[in-house]
């Protein structure tokens, strides 16, 4: 299923709002006022966050064979941030205003005075991202540890331990997703960008002659990923970084880039990291963290290609590229054409009426349906009110349990994006929803043929 349906450009506001009211995302300790660009999700935000991970952990480890899971530690040993080049180049120049005394990012003014208030900056100077805090009883300058800011290093420290258990050959490649930590000066734009967030995160290994075309091959690969699950084409683009905005580590970077509404950002980065990380680690500790080609006959350093995403990023774009306000009758109705498997509810069962026998039918229905998809049961208000909620939040059917089903034994499944009706036994309702879930088009089949023509 792809996002196809007639849309606007939704602005941030009306997004934050959405997210607000139907509990996609909060903010953080709100009810103390809030901590600045941190960021809670609600119960239906945190399906959404799942779904996003899950499908991208299906498409990188699940779905290949030359691809291994990893979950390392946030906490690492302090020098893992020194052999990476973290500690004296993950910085960014910060400037601050003599009279409001506000910090900006040098690299996103405009101008030269502060955007606040109008006063003189300071001249620029770089400051670490990365949160400090330390482990064990005592507070002096041996405890000090950093929070991770990026899951990558992770699968570096980790490459020989792999390498070992697995016996993989070039090319493969290690994921891994997972919580990382950046003090950014100056956050927004919603989740965009926070000093909280989860990455998705692969280092794909390759014999350094190869690292060129692999490189375009994982570009062609994460794009089409978004495309796939229902992300419109004409809101994504591929961005070649610049030799002077090449991260420490990066021979060659690549942006997915999405139309926000602030313009085009970061989706995912693509990089070719060269076999600097390995070689990093490698004289930092001691270790050989080479690879034996059997068919060379020697050791070496293999390269390193990274597509790194954020789920955060991806899922607030899944949210804003699936937005529409859609004319039906005399009101617009709001609707999310979010892809199923994206969806935090699959299915909703919706009785006509809150008297009995209906009731106890409808929870029949949901709890037969409740143990092979995420469900929502809703008896509040009128049909009409209870379909246009649930297409606020995405949900791609309803069945509806009305009079009729008591004697049919048959329901109204109502599909989100066409809002066609098809009545189906309740008997086959499970197996005809894991085949629309799975993609199978609504208006067509043999119970579509046999029911659908009076109900389009």
């Known amino acids: 299923m792809t996002n196809t349906a007639p849309t606007k450009k939704v602005d941030m506001d009306t997004m934050v709002s959405l997210c607000k009211r139907r509990g996609f995302i909060f903010q953080s300790s709100e009810i103390y006022g809030g901590l600045a660009s941190c960021w809670d999700y609600g119960p239906l935000g945190v399906e959404l966050k799942r779904n996003v991970r899950e499908a991208w952990w299906q498409a990188m480890v699940h779905q290949r064979d030359d691809m291994i899971g990893l979950d390392a530690a946030i906490l690492m040993h302090p020098q893992t941030w020194v052999a990476s080049g973290h500690v004296q180049g993950f910085s960014d120049p910060l400037v601050e205003c003599k009279s409001c005394h ?9 101008g030269s005075v502060c955007p606040s208030c109008g006063g003189e900056l300071t001249e620029p100077r770089m400051f670490n991202l990365m949160f400090k805090t330390r482990m064990g009883p005592v507070e002096d300058e041996a405890s000090v540890i950093y929070m991770r800011p990026e899951t990558a290093q992770g699968i570096f420290v980790n490459f020989q331990n792999v390498l070992n258990t697995t016996r993989k050959k070039l090319p493969f490649g290690i994921a891994q997703t997972g919580k990382a930590f950046r003090n950014e000066i100056t956050p927004g734009n919603f989740t965009f960008r926070s000093r909280e967030f989860e990455q998705m995160e692969c280092e794909y290994f390759v014999k350094p002659e190869t690292a060129d075309q692999w490189l375009k091959y994982w570009l062609e690969e994460r794009f089409n ?4 699950l229902g992300m419109r084409k004409e809101n994504l683009r591929l961005r070649q970084h610049g030799k002077d905005e090449l991260a420490h580590y990066a021979r060659d970077c690549y942006d997915v880039e999405y139309l926000f509404p602030m313009g085009w950002s970061e989706l995912e980065g693509i990089a070719n990291r ?14 050989t963290l080479t690879y034996f080609d059997e068919e060379k006959g020697e050791h070496y350093l293999p390269c390193a290609i990274e597509p790194s995403a954020g789920v955060d990023r991806s899922a607030l774009a899944f949210l804003l590229d699936s937005y529409a306000e859609e004319p039906d009758k005399d009101e617009v109705r709001v609707v999310l054409h979010l892809h199923p498997r994206l969806a935090p509810v699959k299915v909703a069962v919706l009785p006509l009426s809150r008297k009995e026998p209906l009731v106890a039918m409808a929870r029949e229905v949901h709890a037969g349906l409740r143990c092979c998809f995420v469900t929502q049961y809703d008896d509040a208000q009128s049909i009409g009110r209870r379909y246009r909620r649930q297409d606020e939040i995405g949900t791609p059917f309803c069945v509806t349990v009305d009079f009729q089903s008591i004697e049919d034994k048959q329901v109204t499944v109502r599909d989100r994006d066409s809002m066609k009706q098809l009545r189906v036994p309740i008997a086959e309702l499970q197996k005809v929803l894991s ?22």
């Not at 506000?102 to 405009?110: P, Q, V």
């Not at 990923?225 to 796939?228: A, D, P, Q, S």
């Open 225 to 228: 990923w978004y495309l796939k």
């Open 274 to 287: 060269g076999d600097f990380d390995l070689k990093q680690h490698s004289a930092a500790s001691g270790k």
């Open 102 to 110: 506000l910090r900006w990012r040098a690299d996103d003014l405009k």
């Open 435 to 456: 085949a629309k879930l799975c993609g199978e088009a609504f208006d067509t089949g043999p119970l579509w043929a046999a029911h659908g023509e009076q109900l389009a």
